[in-house]
């Protein structure tokens, strides 16, 4: 019988599904805003949840190079989608930030920031590779000797509920990156969705506090092996694989190979897979001024190494060529980001194959390099 128990710390407990709307209003009582998966304008993006009736019951998605499609299914579930272009990066590092202003008074110049208070954030259905990504994220904007302000204060009191991956996209390689689809650590809850109940592990006091007096079951062995078999499913069912063996080096040693000029002729430089990339971080400053000349803002936006203008410096632009800018996120992603941070920067979450308008697939390019190096 379902008791009104304070869930263990570690420990794993069932609830019944409509019961998940017990756990959002406490959020709400404590002051978060729930952000999760929803259907809009006919796809799915990041937004507020309400109840869980606005979660995507019954749909899924596929995905392949070039290609997302959101279908509904009719099946009961609400977490059997994989995500679309948006992640998690919109809400902690959003793609635009007014940084500071500054007002003309008389001959002298007051500046003033905007306060920073942003919501308390719930993030309801974090993927495995998506929490890699925040904690990528997190080791480039919180670092020990410099912290972003603005990150920070959206970062530290998020509440995260994960879940489990059980039907990963076509377009999903995260066995690969060591990322998924299985949550293991940094989350205040992970769930994984079975056909009649939530099966949730606890991960922080937060959690505890706020699950208690919610009704739950201990977690029985034959749920457990349940959720363990539907695990190893989803890791056999993800047939795309990179090879991450010989990174950086396949990367960094190669960066004069002609095949880069091969890639080059395929990409647009459209910006596409920077942006829906959860660990990319590039960003510019923009001022902006008012007409009569007696207000300026300063505000950081989004950029991309696939812009032209990223690269272009007093006395030239170092990257002038599509092939130079590929071959920078690549080796970036793939090569130098291991130095500077680390972690490789990918964590397998298919985004960039998924949005290229040109179908180009990481996991197919550094395979090709590697057969054009060896040849
Ligand atoms: S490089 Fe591609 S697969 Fe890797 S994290 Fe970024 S969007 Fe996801
Ligand atoms: S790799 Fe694809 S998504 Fe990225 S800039 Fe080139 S064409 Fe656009």
């Known amino acids: 019988m379902p008791n009104e128990r304070i869930p263990d710390m570690g420990s794993t407990i069932t609830i019944e599904k409509p019961v998940f709307n017990l756990l959002l209003s406490r959020l709400k009582e404590e002051g978060y805003l729930p952000i999760g998966p929803r259907v809009k304008n006919e796809t799915l993006v990041y937004d507020e949840i309400e109840s869980i009736d606005d979660l995507p019951q019954g749909y ?49 110049w007051e500046i003033s920031s905007q306060p920073m208070e942003p919501p308390k954030y719930a993030f309801i259905g974090v993927r495995a590779c998506e929490l890699a990504a925040i904690q990528i994220q997190d080791g480039i904007f919180m ?8 990150y920070r204060a959206r970062r530290i009191h998020a509440f995260v509920i994960s879940v489990n991956c059980t039907q990963p996209a076509g377009t999903c390689f ?77 990367i960094i040693d190669h960066l004069d190979h002609p ?14 897979c920077t942006q829906v990339c959860p660990t990319c971080f590039c960003w510019d400053t923009q001022d902006e001024m008012s007409l009569d000349g007696k207000t300026t803002r300063r505000n950081r936006l989004w950029d991309s190494c696939f812009n032209p203008g990223y690269s272009h410096q007093a006395g030239g632009n170092t990257r002038p060529t599509i092939y130079s800018r590929y071959r920078q996120w690549l080796s970036h992603k793939l090569g130098t980001w291991k130095e500077q941070f680390g972690t490789l920067g990918c964590v397998g979450c298919g985004r960039c194959i998924t949005w290229c308008p040109a179908e180009i697939d990481i996991t197919e390019e550094i395979a090709a390099l590697r057969n054009e190096v060896n040849r």
């Open 60 to 108: 899924s998605t596929k995905q392949k190079p070039g290609n997302f499609r959101l279908v509904h299914e009719k099946h009961s579930r609400f977490f059997d989608i994989i995500p679309g272009a948006q992640s998690w990066k919109q809400f902690l590092f959003p793609s635009h930030t007014e940084l500071f202003a500054m007002r003309k008074n008389g001959k002298s």
């Open 143 to 150: 670092r020990e000797d410099f912290t972003d302000p603005h």
């Open 174 to 250: 995260c066995t690969s990156m060591g990322t998924g689809p299985r949550v293991k650590e940094e989350f205040d809850v992970n769930l994984t969705e079975l056909d009649d109940v939530f099966v949730l592990t606890i991960g922080s006091e937060v959690a505890r506090r706020l699950l208690a007096g919610i009704p739950f079951d201990d977690a029985s062995g034959y749920i457990l092996s349940n959720v363990e078999r539907k695990l190893e499913h989803a890791e056999h069912q993800m047939t795309r694989k990179l090879d991450s063996s010989d990174l950086p080096n396949l």
């Open 259 to 272: 095949y880069w000029l091969e890639i080059g002729k395929r990409c647009l430089s459209c910006t596409n």
